[in-house]
């Protein structure tokens, strides 16, 4: 049973626009929630985190929601650019568990 | 820094032959230790984790094997593979978010 969920397997967004990437969630367990960006052939990378306690993380371009009653969270990226072209997976951790979303595909046209 | 490595890169093996697949991090001790498979268009599935040396938790049933040799070593294996073994697998540590390794390309034939 997939606990943390993407919905949108691809999204293309024009460069300078903002991206906005989507998670939902089915545990209410999960205290802490992580985006992960992975280009082909490579391992992912962190990204940016939240912890259940907060609604909202910036760093730099990139924000992270968190909206607990609807158990969404989201991934907004101001301005995207090209380089964010990327597949963006959301996690999801429940004690020494990682969950993983199936990943969106984002492709940011120049 | 912590820093963690997978070897091979590539790997091209045929049905029913043998896998071993190595996972060393260095920079830290007792890490927890995670196997994923990325499968073509799917998500990553955790396979094994591990809290220390010779503790293996499974997380899918097949017909593969993971073991913890020593605290900074995590191997994948697996007796006679499957076509369906094929797929992108990543090795992870963990602190408070979770690191990955640069991944190993697995085609089974």
């Known amino acids: 049973d997939q606990q943390v969920k993407q919905n949108s397997p691809s999204l293309s967004v024009q460069e300078g626009r903002i991206s906005i990437l989507n998670c939902d969630y089915t545990?209410?367990?999960?205290?802490?929630f992580l985006w992960y960006k992975k280009y082909p052939a490579e391992g992912p990378t962190f990204l940016i985190s939240i912890s259940s306690i907060k609604d909202k993380n910036e760093d730099g371009r990139f924000t992270v929601f968190l909206n607990k009653s609807a158990k969404h969270l989201s991934l907004h990226i101001v301005p995207s650019q090209p380089g964010d072209s990327a597949v963006y997976f959301c996690?999801?951790?429940?004690?020494?568990?990682?969950?993983f979303g199936t990943g969106t595909s984002l492709t940011v046209i120049p | 820094s912590q820093t963690i490595h997978q070897w091979p890169a590539t790997l091209v093996q045929p049905v029913g032959s043998p896998l071993s697949l190595e996972c060393t991090v260095e920079?830290?001790?007792?890490?927890?230790l995670y196997w994923y498979r990325q499968a073509a268009g799917r998500g990553l599935q955790l396979l094994f984790y591990?809290?220390?040396?010779?503790?293996i938790s499974s997380e899918v049933p097949q017909n593969l094997s993971a073991s913890r040799p020593q605290d900074r070593q995590f191997i994948l294996s697996s007796k006679k593979l499957l076509l369906s073994d094929s797929g992108f697998y990543l090795c992870a540590w963990r602190t408070e978010t979770q690191y990955f390794g640069p991944g190993t390309r697995l085609l089974v034939l």
């Open positions: 545990n209410s367990m999960f205290d802490y």
């Open positions: 591990s809290v220390g040396i010779g503790q």
């Open positions: 920079g830290t001790s007792n890490p927890n």
């Open positions: 996690a999801a951790i429940s004690g020494n568990q990682f969950y």
